[in-house]
């Protein structure tokens, strides 16, 4: 489904993503571990084209992602949050989710074209994610945790096949954490592909097919959540060493 082969991205000659190769199979959780600075999220921003590499492929369902702009990307079915949630605090839950449909943020509030379907949409987003009571709240009432939730909200209104996550479980209470982990145990028995970058080992090591380790921009290791626990060099530079 998705395949990058010797991306390699450089800001002002140093280089943060360093010829990293890997793949990742449809129907399936991967996670992209690795130190702070590694360049995790600069390869997420390589494979969604807000940023274009210095060399290499990036491929989806033989898509050239990286000769695609970043409007053609979404429309193939791939969705992604980031590290910082991106809300608007004077808005409802419901509008907010909203923003994220087909047309973009923006073009419905302000055109006012809301549809049932964007609506529609939205209501099912959130019996989805067990937050339907909260429909009608103002972002800015919401936790800080609640907000993620609704990061993962806001992709899944596109409906994507390939879900791009960047730091789910960051600053999240534990029992919300439990609510995000077993949505995204549903989304793959849906048939979704999930990628995501994470720190929480726990969750990494609990619910991954598939364990990326980025260290200084390269891949040093991917495997099985338990080949990965055991491997030295992992553990040198993230799980027990640098980290």
């Known amino acids: 489904m998705l395949k990058i082969n010797e991306a390699t991205k450089s800001f002002a000659g140093i280089v943060a993503v360093d010829k990293c190769s890997f793949e990742i199979k449809q129907g399936t959780i991967s996670a992209l571990i690795g130190p702070n600075g590694a360049g995790k999220t600069t390869l997420f921003n390589c494979i969604s084209r807000i940023f274009h590499i210095d ?35 004077q808005l409802s839950v419901t509008e907010n989710l909203v923003l994220h449909t087909a047309g973009g ?55 994507p096949d390939l879900i791009l996550l960047d730091e789910p479980a960051a600053g999240v209470n534990l029992r919300l954490l439990e609510d995000i982990i077993n949505k995204l145990v549903t989304l793959k028995n849906q048939g979704k592909t999930i990628l995501l970058i994470e720190h929480n080992m726990d969750l990494v090591m609990g ?26 060099e992992v553990l040198e530079a993230y799980l027990g060493g640098k980290a």
């Open 55 to 89: 060399s290499g492929q990036i491929f989806y369902n033989n898509h050239r992602l990286d000769l695609m702009p970043t409007h053609k990307i979404a429309r193939l079915g791939i969705g992604r949050s980031f590290q910082i949630t991106r809300t608007l605090d």
């Open 105 to 159: 943020i923006g073009s419905h509030l302000f055109h006012q074209d809301i549809t049932p379907e964007n609506r529609l949409k939205a209501y099912e987003v959130m019996e989805f994610l067990g937050i339907s009571t909260l429909a009608d709240v103002d972002m800015g009432e919401l936790s800080f945790g609640q907000k993620k939730l609704l990061d993962l909200g806001a992709v899944l209104m596109a409906d």
């Open 207 to 232: 619910i991954s097919d598939e364990v990326i380790v980025m260290s200084a921009g390269n891949i040093i290791a991917q495997g099985k959540p338990s080949e990965i626990q055991k491997n030295t």
